[in-house]
T-cell receptor, first 112, second 114 residues
């Protein structure tokens, strides 16, 4: 079952913050976040495993709420380089970490 | 990190023909995956290719339409057979990172079927 991402698109000015959500109707084991720039391959950002941990990568961090079956990606003080489409990929059982079901993506545009 | 070379990068094909996409990795990997990304859409897993065994296909994808080869631990091919305009998509191969639980993606093959 495909996870649901929201919003579908967001436009920011440089320096503003954004939150992208990824929700599942089924209990999650892990959530992976990827960013894809136009015409390029998706690039791995981070993975969150069942347990409700939060991770950070420079000014990009994410949380995983097991009870709500959702993950949120936080982009702080956005930079022009953050523009792209963000995908969450989910797994539902342990041992299937590479078999991801991706959401439809959130298009993030950061303007000067 | 794994470096993945995928070719061709793009092709325009006629209806009814077949195209074979190659994926070469710079290190040995157990699992390779083939994804399809239709224009403006998400990534959909076509199949998992394991060396020494038949590929495992996801619901909606069949071997006759998307035959896959995996002759060794660094190489795989995906063939799109008897193409129709509905097959126009970006096809991406990906590999797992040993022990790190993340996927690396090739740069993709943009296929247009006329």
């Amino acid at each position: 079952q495909q996870p649901v991402q929201s919003p579908q698109a967001v436009i920011l000015r440089e320096g503003e913050d954004a939150v992208i959500n990824c929700s599942s109707s089924k209990a999650l084991y892990s959530v992976h976040w990827y960013r894809q720039k136009h015409g390029e391959a998706p690039v791995f950002l981070m993975i969150l495993l069942k347990g409700g941990e939060q991770k950070g990568h420079e000014k990009i961090s994410a949380s995983f709420n097991e009870k709500k079956q959702q993950s949120s990606l936080y982009l702080t003080a956005s930079q022009l380089s953050y523009s792209g489409t963000y995908f969450c990929g989910t797994t539902y059982t342990r041992g299937s970490n590479y078999k991801l079901t991706f959401g439809k993506g959130t298009l993030l545009t950061v303007n000067p | 990190s794994a470096v993945i070379s995928q070719k061709p990068s793009r092709d325009i094909c006629q209806r009814g023909t077949s195209l074979t996409i190659q994926c070469q990795v710079d290190s040995q990997v157990t699992m390779m995956f083939w994804y399809r990304q239709q224009p403006g859409q998400s990534l959909t897993l076509i199949a998992t290719a394991n060396q020494g065994s038949e590929a495992t296909y996801e619901s909606g994808f069949v071997i006759d339409k998307f035959p896959i080869s995996r002759p060794n631990l660094t190489f795989s091919t995906l063939t799109v057979s008897n193409m129709s305009p509905e097959d126009s998509s970006i096809y991406l191969c990906s590999v797992e990172s040993q022990g790190v639980e993340k996927l690396f993606f090739g740069s993709g093959t943009q296929l247009s079927v006329l």
